[in-house]
């Protein structure tokens, strides 16, 4: 299946994650994609960046729930309850395009932590699609896009530093840290989360 969210670079090739929402009966379920646990931040923070695509289509004209992606972090300390930190509904990128996504957060050194990413389905056929999860360390980072919305329960400093298209060329490292994650060979240490082992909405691997 290779079709107009094929690839981000727009060469068409590559992989990618991505989840459908193809019935109005999947309409709350959401699938998640989990890290591998993480350690504290420490005394700096972490710049989580992100490729994004979002594309829905109504299933009848009163259909107008939308669908989410979110950012979300479960502590090892808070009873395995999640937080999100960052969201955004479908209705806010209506072009047929990748953007570009990022979130700042920092953890106590002594807690460990996992990321996931979470594809709310609403009542509308829908396409979410993920790409190059890359975590930096960072004393900053802006919640990108704008309108974008963050809890702010784990902050970090916020600087107009990274756009919604790329990361500055200093903000790249030449050895990407654990679970950065093209999607190019498998899931890069990341796993399935639904709601049951029979769920038809769930997080898939495309490779172009």
Request: charged share 20%.
């Amino acid at each position: 299946m290779c079709i107009y969210y094929c690839c981000r670079t727009g060469s068409g090739y590559g992989g990618y994650e991505y989840v459908e929402n193809v019935q109005s009966t999947q309409h709350g379920r959401t699938p998640r994609l989990v890290s591998q646990p993480f350690g504290g931040t420490g005394a700096r923070g972490r710049c989580l960046t992100f490729w994004f695509f979002m594309h829905f289509q109504r299933f009848s004209p009163a259909a107008d729930t939308y669908g989410e992606l979110r950012v979300s972090l479960t502590l090892d300390s808070s009873n395995r309850s999640s937080t999100v930190v960052w969201e955004l509904a479908e209705v806010s990128m209506p072009a047929k395009e990748w953007y570009y996504g990022a979130v700042g957060f920092y953890v106590p050194a002594a807690t460990t932590y996992t990321v996931a990413f979470e594809a709310v389905a609403g009542g509308v056929k829908s396409t979410i699609a993920l790409d190059d999860v890359i975590f930096k360390e960072a004393s900053y980072c802006a919640v990108t896009p704008k309108m974008a919305a963050t809890d702010g329960v784990f902050p970090l400093p916020t600087r107009p530093v990274l756009t919604t298209r790329a990361p500055p060329p200093s903000q790249t490292t030449d050895k990407p840290p654990l679970y950065d994650c093209d999607f190019e060979q498998g899931f890069c240490g990341w796993h399935q989360q639904t709601e049951d082992e029979s769920a038809s909405l769930r997080w898939l691997r495309q490779s172009a």
